[in-house]
Structures are given as structure tokens and as C-alpha cells.
């Protein structure tokens, strides 16, 4: 059931809304990241697209009540739509025949050795046309969706050409025009080495910041560059460049950093004033230090390392130092086959050891200001966009508590109502 309100929905008798208390900052810090507001027997009153009051339910002002389109919100748990800062999602096929190799003992250097990894999706990708891309992407949006997902940032990176570079992002310039997601596309040129450039690395960075860059910025096909910084992929010095020229053409900085070696992805993060440096499993403590110092949104994916077998990033001691912790799933056809940022959150607080306050904050404000929309999304509070989750459980912290279960009755998406109960 879906309907647009002519004048003012109201969702009542809510069990309790809860929401990271922002106080007008962009993201929270540190143990701040634990400053929950909660609300029992609340109420949200949404003008259009927009939140315009929240507060109990007894409090309601009498003005709203005249015109408005009323929604029953009892046994439910609101909270901010969830935004998922670090997803892949846009590929040609999925590849379960290397999750039964990892399964039987092969590491996921060992399948990348033999033609599988990236450049297997690449191969794909290359292969898929635009509207066979489009199609499956919108079907994973209707159920990121269905999961609370209200954003979604998604990275170019299969196509390592000029070409599939930009048709990928073509298609997530269509998706993100079709879809009631919001989208926020990332170009990843640098993801991997092309195969054809095996031999001769450098013309494909060459390729990358004369013509790919400078293509993508021209064309406003997004506002963000990210490279892959890893052993077998980019070294850091090529990394630096990569992100230079993109600022140089307008791009905020993000990097896959110190994943699966502590090569120094982090330190240049600091240095290029990312807006967020991903990973992270092996983030030096150096490194820690100058991201408290610093607004470097520190990207938590424990997916990846569930599903690889891998360290977990070290999100305890980013929080404790006082840096600015976001999560995301990372959801991508190789190193998490998942886009349930619930199911992030049970890990965060298992793996790594982060409270549940601290998981919600990192997958809604703080995940929303590593996409620089911080001002309209991530929290529930007047004038934002009305981006709320409600779930039939009974209070926030049941959330990651009790996994592996879709608790999400009904997502307000823009002041649309999708309700699945
Ligand atoms: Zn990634």
C-alpha cells in the first residue's frame, strides 16, 4: 500500500521513536556517538516530504489534527531511515561458484589468482547492458528498501574502461530517477587494475585522471572519487594522485583504506581531507589518533570481514579515541552478498564491540554525513527529509539483539507511506 498525503500525515501512538541527537552538528564524535533520544508513545507529524513536529502523543497541537491523513503507528519502533554509505551494488552477475571455493578452502587472494575477484564482475559488468543493469539494481533497491534503507551510496568500479565507467554510473543516474531511494553515486574508476593494463599500470592511472576524471566531473555524474588502496590494486602513491585530480575537478575524496594490509590508505585519507576512509581492519594507530583529530569519517564494514573470515576494523578503539565512526553493509557480489545494515548492526556490537546507540548513529547521522547530507537525512528532527523506519519490536535496542530477522513493518520514504505489515 502506497499513498501520497494531500496535507499532513501523522503517524500516532508510535511505542517509541528514538533518534541521534544532533544538536545542529553534521555527525557525532566519539562516546557521543551514544546520545540517543528517545521518545515513548510518541508522534510525527510530516508536511509533505518533510518532518515538522515530533513529541508524545498527548502533546500533539490541535492545528494538526484538522486535515491530515492519520496512520497508526501502535507496537512500532521509529527510527532514522537507515543510510548505507558504502555499497557495490550496481554488477553483472553474482558469483556463489567462488563463495563454494572460499567455502572448501580458497582465499580470496587465491580465486582473484585465477581470473575471479573484481575482474570477474568486471567481466560480467562489461557484458550486461544498461537496461539489464537497471532492472536488477531496482529489484535490490525494492528490498534494501523493505530492510529500512532509505539512502544508498553506489560506487561505479566494474567497468574500468571509459566506457563501462560511465555506463555504470549512467545507470545509476536512471535508477536514482526511477527509485524512491535516495542515491548517491561514487565514481571508482581505481577500483582495480583493468586485466588489459596488467603490463603497464600506469597509462590506466593516466587513463583515469586525464580522461575518466575529468569526463565524470564535467558531466556531474557525481560528486565523489574513491580508489581502492591495497596491495595488487593501487600503491599509495598512485592513490594520492587519483584523489588529487578529483578534488582538483570538484570531488570529494573517499578511500577503500588498510583492508587487507596496513599500507597507509588511512594517513592519506587525513592528509586529502577525505570525507571518509573505508575499512579499515588494519588502520594503524598512528592513524587512530589523527582521525579523532580530524573529520574523517572512519567507515565501519564488518560484513566484509564476517563473510571473508577476516580481522575486524578496530571501531572500539576509533569511538574511544574520539574519531567519527559510520557503517555500512559494503554490499557487493564477492565480499558481502548482504544489504541489511540491521544486520550490520548485530555484527558491530558482536565483532567490535560498539553499543547499540553507537551502531544506530554510525548507520544513520554519521553514515549521512560521510555523503554530505547530513542537513537532510540521518536523523529525525524538524525540517528534515521524512525518512523514518518503523519496526514491530519493543524498543531500539531490540534491534541488533535479535538478528536475522526482518523486523521493519513500514518505512516512511519522503513522506511516502510503503507498509508491510
Ligand atoms: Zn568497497
Same mark, same amino acid.
Request: aromatic share 8%.
Given at each position: 500500500?502506497?499513498?501520497?498525503?494531500? +496535507?499532513?500525515?501523522?503517524?500516532?501512538? /508510535?511505542?517509541?521513536?528514538?533518534?541521534?541527537?544532533?544538536?545542529?552538528?553534521?555527525? %557525532?564524535?566519539?562516546?557521543?556517538?551514544?546520545?540517543?533520544?528517545?521518545?515513548?508513545?510518541?508522534?510525527?507529524?510530516?508536511?509533505?516530504?518533510?518532518?515538522?513536529?515530533?513529541?508524545?502523543?498527548?502533546?500533539?497541537?490541535?492545528?494538526?489534527?484538522?486535515?491530515?491523513?492519520?496512520?497508526?503507528?501502535?507496537?512500532?519502533?521509529?527510527?532514522?531511515?537507515?543510510?548505507?554509505?558504502?555499497?557495490?551494488?550496481?554488477?553483472?552477475?553474482?558469483? $556463489?561458484?567462488?563463495?563454494?571455493?572460499?567455502?572448501?578452502?580458497?582465499?580470496?587472494?587465491?580465486?582473484?589468482?585465477?581470473?575471479?575477484? /573484481?575482474?570477474?564482475?568486471?567481466?560480467?559488468?562489461?557484458?550486461?547492458?544498461?537496461?539489464?543493469?537497471?532492472?536488477?539494481?531496482?529489484?535490490?533497491?525494492?528490498?534494501?528498501?523493505?530492510?529500512?534503507?532509505? +539512502?544508498?551510496? /553506489?560506487?561505479?568500479? @566494474?567497468? %574500468?574502461?571509459?566506457?563501462?565507467?560511465?555506463?555504470?554510473?549512467?545507470? !545509476?543516474?536512471?535508477?536514482?530517477?526511477?527509485?524512491?531511494?535516495?542515491?548517491?553515486?561514487?565514481?571508482?574508476?581505481?577500483?582495480? !587494475?583493468?586485466? *588489459?593494463?596488467? $603490463?603497464?599500470?600506469?597509462?590506466?592511472? *593516466?587513463?583515469?585522471?586525464?580522461?575518466? !576524471?575529468?569526463?565524470?566531473?564535467?558531466?556531474? %555524474?557525481?560528486?565523489?572519487?574513491?580508489?581502492?588502496?591495497?596491495?595488487?590494486?593501487?600503491?599509495?602513491?598512485?592513490?594520492?594522485?587519483?584523489?588529487?585530480?578529483?578534488?582538483?575537478?570538484?570531488?570529494?575524496?573517499?578511500?577503500?583504506?588498510? $583492508?587487507?594490509?596496513?599500507?597507509?590508505?588511512?594517513?592519506?585519507?587525513?592528509?586529502?581531507?577525505? #570525507?571518509?576512509?573505508?575499512?579499515? *581492519?588494519? /588502520?594503524?594507530?598512528?592513524?587512530?589518533?589523527?582521525?579523532?583529530?580530524?573529520? #574523517?569519517?572512519?567507515?565501519?564494514?564488518?560484513?566484509?570481514?564476517?563473510?571473508?573470515?577476516?580481522?575486524?576494523?578496530?571501531?572500539?578503539?576509533?569511538?574511544?579515541?574520539?574519531?567519527?565512526?559510520?557503517?555500512?553493509?559494503?554490499?557487493?557480489?564477492?565480499?558481502?552478498?548482504? @544489504?541489511?545494515?540491521?544486520?550490520?548492526?548485530?555484527?558491530?556490537?558482536?565483532?567490535?564491540?560498539?553499543?547499540? $546507540?553507537?551502531? %544506530?548513529?554510525?548507520?544513520?547521522?554519521?553514515?549521512?554525513?560521510?555523503?554530505? !547530507?547530513?542537513?537532510?537525512?540521518?536523523?529525525? *528532527?524538524?525540517?528534515?527529509?521524512?525518512?523514518? #523506519?518503523?519496526?514491530?519490536?519493543?524498543? @531500539?535496542?531490540?534491534?541488533? @539483539?535479535?538478528?536475522?530477522?526482518?523486523?521493519?513493518?513500514?518505512?516512511?520514504?519522503?513522506?511516502?507511506?510503503?507498509?508491510?505489515?
Amino acid at each position: 500500500m502506497t499513498h501520497k498525503n494531500p +496535507t499532513y500525515t501523522i503517524v500516532q501512538n /508510535i511505542r517509541q521513536l528514538a533518534t541521534p541527537v544532533t544538536n545542529g552538528k553534521p555527525f %557525532l564524535r566519539g562516546r557521543k556517538m551514544r546520545n540517543m533520544e528517545t521518545v515513548d508513545n510518541a508522534a510525527v507529524v510530516i508536511n509533505s516530504d518533510t518532518i515538522e513536529w515530533i513529541g508524545k502523543d498527548a502533546d500533539l497541537p490541535d492545528q494538526y489534527s484538522g486535515n491530515a491523513n492519520i496512520i497508526d503507528g501502535s507496537g512500532l519502533v521509529a527510527l532514522p531511515g537507515f543510510v548505507d554509505m558504502h555499497t557495490h551494488m550496481v554488477f553483472g552477475a553474482t558469483r $556463489e561458484e567462488e563463495f563454494a571455493m572460499r567455502c572448501s578452502g580458497a582465499t580470496y587472494q587465491e580465486i582473484a589468482a585465477k581470473g575471479g575477484g /573484481i575482474n570477474n564482475t568486471v567481466r560480467s559488468t562489461r557484458e550486461a547492458d544498461k537496461s539489464k543493469l537497471r532492472k536488477q539494481t531496482m529489484r535490490f533497491l525494492d528490498r534494501m528498501i523493505r530492510h529500512g534503507t532509505t +539512502t544508498v551510496e /553506489i560506487k561505479s568500479g @566494474y567497468g %574500468l574502461s571509459e566506457n563501462d565507467e560511465v555506463k555504470m554510473l549512467d545507470v !545509476i543516474k536512471m535508477v536514482k530517477e526511477d527509485h524512491l531511494i535516495n542515491i548517491v553515486p561514487t565514481f571508482l574508476g581505481a577500483h582495480a !587494475i583493468p586485466p *588489459e593494463y596488467k $603490463e603497464h599500470r600506469e597509462e590506466y592511472v *593516466e587513463l583515469v585522471c586525464k580522461k575518466m !576524471i575529468p569526463y565524470v566531473a564535467r558531466k556531474k %555524474l557525481t560528486g565523489f572519487c574513491d580508489v581502492f588502496c591495497e596491495n595488487g590494486f593501487f600503491t599509495l602513491e598512485e592513490s594520492r594522485r587519483i584523489l588529487q585530480t578529483g578534488i582538483e575537478y570538484g570531488l570529494s575524496p573517499k578511500i577503500h583504506a588498510d $583492508e587487507l594490509s596496513p599500507l597507509g590508505g588511512s594517513e592519506l585519507a587525513v592528509e586529502v581531507n577525505a #570525507v571518509s576512509a573505508d575499512h579499515l *581492519e588494519h /588502520i594503524s594507530d598512528k592513524a587512530i589518533e589523527m582521525f579523532a583529530k580530524s573529520d #574523517v569519517i572512519a567507515g565501519m564494514l564488518p560484513g566484509v570481514s564476517f563473510y571473508l573470515g577476516h580481522d575486524y576494523a578496530p571501531a572500539r578503539k576509533l569511538i574511544d579515541s574520539g574519531a567519527v565512526v559510520a557503517l555500512a553493509t559494503d554490499f557487493n557480489p564477492g565480499s558481502c552478498v548482504s @544489504y541489511s545494515v540491521p544486520l550490520m548492526m548485530t555484527m558491530a556490537c558482536t565483532q567490535m564491540k560498539m553499543t547499540p $546507540e553507537e551502531t %544506530l548513529t554510525a548507520a544513520t547521522i554519521n553514515a549521512a554525513a560521510s555523503l554530505n !547530507i547530513a542537513d537532510k537525512v540521518g536523523s529525525i *528532527e524538524k525540517g528534515k527529509q521524512a525518512d523514518i #523506519v518503523f519496526l514491530q519490536m519493543p524498543n @531500539y535496542m531490540y534491534l541488533p @539483539y535479535h538478528f536475522g530477522e526482518n523486523h521493519v513493518a513500514a518505512v516512511m520514504k519522503s513522506g511516502t507511506w510503503l507498509e508491510y505489515r
